[in-house]
């Protein structure tokens, strides 16, 4: 089986764009992948063209040294875009491999270890920064059968934050603590916002909220930062999300204090990197929680990895609050269990979803639609009309 040639498709998707491949090969089997990265949609699309000379005429199944291919004829590294654009490919002949035997990837990974997965929603707070907006849509994501869910509350603080926008930032947490089931999980997304002193000054300020995680807590520019936060917070902390190395992943294990690492597998080269940090974590003693924020394939690969990592803690999910017409560019999508909270696990030949190209040429790519967390009102996720003010004042 050879590859014979890749395609792309972009999505504007409301408040961010999505980038979708697909693999052909001479056997007629194809395999699909994402490549979103945030503000950087056309740039990974024409990294895949640029590169897929690399993978045409290679077999498909053979993923690790395709993948290995990809990076290293490159004699320079490009980062984050490389590894997506190796991921979008790695992932999609994960695909076609599965496809091929008739299972699904998970089996290919060693089999299930579990039957579904707790799951926290994400983009669900589209609303006004106050404490009883907050709650009314928290409500909203409980009513869809989620137990748990993730929010940033800061606002555009950076660096610093005033004394009066942290006490708000803690009434927000506060009153979904009070008025919300006890059980419910609520996690801190920090956005990588703040100092070491900040970040601590403010994980004690929530301490007595129970919160789950304190993700992101300091800047992204040095490692060291997250580990003296983490063995000071309060809360447990969470990161790792923007690395694009597994060796990333071990210097973070060799730092100590974390015990929760967040693989993005589109920023890491695919689903094989994606497994090498789940079994450093589990050497470690720790556990991973994928980031995921992109489109529904980067979620069925997400779930791919939940249904076969022993040490799998939770998985985040944007999907059930994106647009409705977004549930219709895919064959399959995750459901809720309100019993639990969980998210069922895809279970057909290979990644188990595919697309509809119909649905998605409807939606093509919209150069204004991403997020800035530094744009006030950012959390209301408006993408196209939020970016397009913000042009319009400039």
């Given at each position: 089986?050879?590859?014979?040639?890749?395609?792309?498709?972009?999505?504007?998707?409301?408040?961010?764009?999505?980038?979708?491949?697909?693999?052909?090969?001479?056997?007629?089997?194809?395999?699909?992948?994402?490549?979103?990265?945030?503000?950087?949609?056309?740039?990974?699309?024409?990294?895949?063209?640029?590169?897929?000379?690399?993978?045409?005429?290679?077999?498909?199944?053979?993923?690790?040294?395709?993948?290995?291919?990809?990076?290293?004829?490159?004699?320079?590294?490009?980062?984050?875009?490389?590894?997506?654009?190796?991921?979008?490919?790695?992932?999609?002949?994960?695909?076609?491999?599965?496809?091929?035997?008739?299972?699904?990837?998970?089996?290919?990974?060693?089999?299930?270890?579990?039957?579904?997965?707790?799951?926290?929603?994400?983009?669900?707070?589209?609303?006004?920064?106050?404490?009883?907006?907050?709650?009314?849509?928290?409500?909203?994501?409980?009513?869809?059968?989620?137990?748990?869910?993730?929010l940033d509350p800061f606002g555009t603080a950076q660096g610093f934050i005033s004394h009066e926008e942290l006490e708000l930032s803690y009434d927000?947490?506060?009153?979904?603590?009070?008025?919300?089931?006890?059980?419910?999980?609520?996690?801190?997304?920090?956005?990588?916002?703040?100092?070491?002193?900040?970040?601590?000054?403010?994980?004690?300020?929530?301490?007595?909220?129970?919160?789950?995680?304190?993700?992101?807590?300091?800047?992204?520019?040095?490692?060291?930062?997250?580990?003296?936060?983490?063995?000071?917070?309060?809360?447990?902390?969470?990161?790792?999300?923007?690395?694009?190395?597994?060796?990333?992943?071990?210097?973070?294990?060799?730092?100590?204090?974390?015990?929760?690492?967040?693989?993005?597998?589109?920023?890491?080269?695919?689903?094989?990197?994606?497994?090498?940090?789940?079994?450093?974590?589990?050497?470690?003693?720790?556990?991973?929680?994928?980031?995921?924020?992109?489109?529904?394939?980067?979620?069925?690969?997400?779930?791919?990895?939940?249904?076969?990592?022993?040490?799998?803690?939770?998985?985040?999910?944007?999907?059930?609050?994106?647009?409705?017409?977004?549930?219709?560019?895919?064959?399959?999508?995750?459901?809720?269990?309100?019993?639990?909270?969980?998210?069922?696990?895809?279970?057909?030949?290979?990644?188990?979803?595919?697309?509809?190209?119909?649905?998605?040429?409807?939606?093509?790519?919209?150069?204004?639609?991403?997020?800035?967390?530094?744009?006030?009102?950012?959390?209301?996720?408006?993408?196209?009309?939020?970016?397009?003010?913000?042009?319009?004042?400039?």
């Amino acid at each position: 089986m050879r590859i014979t040639e890749i395609e792309t498709f972009t999505v504007g998707a409301g408040w961010k764009n999505w980038l979708f491949v697909k693999v052909h090969t001479d056997a007629g089997i194809y395999g699909i992948g994402e490549g979103t990265l945030n503000g950087f949609i056309a740039t990974t699309e024409a990294g895949v063209h640029e590169l897929k000379h690399l993978a045409i005429g290679q077999d498909p199944r053979r993923i690790n040294s395709l993948a290995k291919r990809m990076l290293d004829s490159v004699s320079l590294d490009g980062g984050h875009i490389h590894r997506t654009v190796i991921a979008a490919v790695e992932v999609a002949c994960w695909d076609i491999l599965g496809k091929s035997l008739g299972v699904p990837i998970h089996q290919l990974l060693g089999g299930q270890v579990r039957e579904s997965e707790l799951g926290y929603a994400n983009g669900w707070y589209r609303t006004e920064r106050t404490p009883e907006s907050f709650l009314e849509a928290a409500k909203a994501v409980l009513a869809k059968g989620f137990r748990a869910f993730k929010l940033d509350p800061f606002g555009t603080a950076q660096g610093f934050i005033s004394h009066e926008e942290l006490e708000l930032s803690y009434d927000i947490c506060r009153m979904l603590r009070d008025k919300l089931p006890r059980d419910t999980r609520i996690l801190i997304d920090v956005h990588a916002r703040f100092t070491e002193i900040a970040a601590i000054k403010s994980a004690e300020r929530f301490a007595n909220l129970d919160i789950y995680w304190w993700e992101e807590p300091t800047s992204r520019d040095r490692q060291e930062t997250v580990h003296e936060v983490a063995r000071r917070s309060p809360i447990p902390v969470a990161t790792g999300e923007m690395y694009d190395t597994v060796g990333q992943f071990y210097a973070l294990a060799a730092g100590g204090g974390v015990n929760i690492f967040q693989p993005e597998p589109m920023s890491l080269g695919g689903i094989g990197p994606s497994m090498q940090v789940a079994n450093l974590a589990l050497a470690h003693g720790s556990y991973i929680a994928p980031h995921q924020s992109g489109g529904p394939v980067a979620t069925a690969v997400c779930l791919q990895l939940a249904a076969a990592v022993p040490n799998f803690l939770i998985q985040e999910h944007f999907d059930a609050f994106n647009e409705e017409w977004t549930f219709d560019i895919v064959t399959w999508r995750p459901k809720v269990n309100p019993k639990n909270g969980h998210l069922s696990l895809p279970d057909a030949p290979g990644l188990g979803v595919d697309l509809n190209l119909d649905a998605i040429t409807q939606h093509p790519y919209d150069p204004n639609a991403y997020l800035n967390t530094n744009t006030e009102g950012w959390e209301q996720r408006l993408g196209t009309v939020q970016n397009k003010a913000r042009t319009k004042k400039g």
